[in-house]
């Protein structure tokens, strides 16, 4: 259980950035993105719907008559959805309710009220979530309102797919970008082909009451699926899907509380992070092949308020040699924080590349494994890998461990060190007293008076007696 027990590092107070204005909409959506270079949290103004944008590194009071600087604009309503790319760390998207999806690219000015977007196309209704292709460069997908999935080339600008699904609900690539996972108000999961609008699969995995739900892809076959939402019993719950045979392998209840649940899976540890709408807990569950490992739950000790949102880094941007896990970054009602989780070991192990918490084949690098052409012709790859694995760290798995003896072994010398010296002093003692018995026998003690026979008579010498001097 190397990940029951995590040690977690905020950067709270003067060390976040505070006095922000977010734009909560909805429990629906993810209301912050991030990547590794950028951040993005639609925010409160009046017209259209702004997007603040700031460098992840960045920390300090946010102004609120310069906030506007800081911020795109280029809907006629508010904002819902925002994504970054995973392949350039710039490239953002939003979803608006106006329906429109535009693409920015956040890195050509320092003010980000001078960034031009480029609007892909408009849904029928509201659009509500966007997310990115995970291997093909340029590809993205949104949802609306009324359950419409369009898929979208950014590199020409236009739309290239469209799918009809369930209303509202979460939207998600599979770990190769063959499938999109979309959750929806009825309490439906399914699993579609963007390029042929086939669905590969459906299922309800909660019995509570119809409500939003969300859900991940755990397994990289995409024969995995974690999914958060009402428990039958009233509650939360943690349910794990096999596609293959569609349908709740795994149940777990969370809490009794009814808050909206936002999952995050870790791929290289296999661990899945829960954070709940006005929670100020954090929740993580290993998930293993034979059963569900919860973690210790977390509290956070920011005075801020509770969760409105949050993003995950990614993992390449995890400080490996600190045995850092998970890097996330949380949105309170007025801050953005950072909060990192570490497996705690010794310094001594710190030494090593830990091989068994991070893999050795890499995490997800920043390169496109296909271009959009390619996928839109029915190519399939997961994405890049990129390792982790420092030049000069040797692997943990290779190290030479000394082998210390236990405790009962080491009390058990000390005792046979004992008694072997005291058989020593005894011994000592022994000739000591032999040699004391010889020197009485052949050299006479004067002090205990001579024996008859044996030792010299005693002669008077004249001496003189202390009575007999004169005074």
Same mark, same amino acid.
């Given at each position: ?29 993810? =209301?912050?993105? !991030? ?43 508010? !904002? ?12 953002? &998207? ?28 408009? @849904? ?10 995970? %291997? ?15 898929? *979208?080339? &950014?590199? /020409? ?35 579609? #082909?963007? /390029? =042929? ?21 755990? &397994? ?21 899907? #096999? ?22 899976? %870790? ?16 929740? @993580? ?89 390619? *996928? ?7 994405? %890049? ?5 420092? %030049? ?16 009962? =072994? ?45 030792? &010299? ?15």
């Amino acid at each position: 259980d190397k990940f029951k027990f995590l040690t977690a590092r905020e950067r709270i107070g003067h060390e976040c950035v505070f006095n922000l204005s977010p734009k909560i909409v909805s429990s629906e959506v993810s =209301t912050i993105a !991030c990547s590794s270079e950028f951040f993005a949290v639609p925010y409160a103004g009046s017209g259209g719907g702004p997007v603040y944008v700031s460098p992840v590194s960045a920390v300090g009071k946010v102004e609120p008559a310069r906030a506007h600087e800081q911020c795109v604009n280029g809907h006629k309503a508010e !904002c819902w959805g925002v994504a970054f790319s995973p392949h350039v760390a710039s490239l953002m &998207a939003t979803a608006g309710d106006d329906g429109g999806v535009v693409v920015w690219d956040v890195s050509s000015s320092e003010r980000m009220c001078e960034v031009a977007g480029t609007k892909l196309g408009t @849904h029928r209704a509201g659009a509500r979530e966007v997310t990115f292709h995970p %291997s093909a460069a340029g590809v993205l997908a949104s949802i609306a309102s009324d359950g419409e999935i369009r898929v *979208w080339d &950014a590199a /020409r600008e236009s739309e290239a797919r469209s799918v009809e699904a369930s209303p509202g609900g979460s939207l998600e690539f599979s770990y190769d970008g063959s499938l999109l996972l979309c959750c929806g108000r009825d309490r439906t999961m399914r699993a579609l #082909d963007a /390029r =042929t609008r086939d669905e590969a699969w459906r299922c309800e995995p909660h019995e509570g009451a119809a409500r939003s739900f969300r859900a991940r892809w755990i &397994a990289r076959d995409n024969s995995l699926v974690a999914s958060c939402g009402p428990a039958r019993s009233g509650g939360r719950e943690l349910v794990v899907v #096999d596609t293959r045979k569609p349908g709740p392998s795994r149940r777990v209840a969370v809490d009794s509380s009814t808050g909206a649940l936002s999952p995050h899976y %870790s791929e290289e540890t296999r661990v899945l992070w829960l954070w709940g709408r006005g929670d100020t807990t954090v929740r @993580h569950f290993e998930l293993r092949p034979d059963k569900i490992a919860a973690g210790l739950e977390w509290r956070t000790a920011s005075r801020a308020g509770p969760h409105c949102g949050v993003a995950a880094l990614p993992a390449r941007c995890l400080d490996v040699s600190d045995l850092e896990v998970a890097r996330f970054l949380r949105l309170s009602p007025t801050t953005v924080e950072t909060v990192s989780y570490a497996v705690p070991r010794t310094a001594d192990l710190k030494r090593f590349f830990n091989d068994d918490i991070f893999p050795l084949d890499g995490v997800r690098a920043a390169e496109p494994a296909l271009d959009a052409a390619a *996928w839109f012709a029915g190519a399939d790859a997961p994405p %890049s890998l990129v390792s982790v694995r420092p %030049s000069d760290a040797p692997l943990l798995s290779e190290r030479v461990v000394e082998h210390k003896p236990l405790n009962t =072994t080491l009390v058990n010398q000390r005792l046979a060190e004992e008694h072997d010296r005291k058989e020593r002093d005894a011994e000592t003692y022994a000739r000591l007293q032999k040699l004391a018995t010889q020197f009485e026998t052949y050299q006479p003690n004067n002090s205990m008076g001579a024996r008859p026979g044996v030792d &010299a008579a005693h002669v008077d010498g004249d001496e003189v007696a202390d009575d007999e001097w004169d005074d």
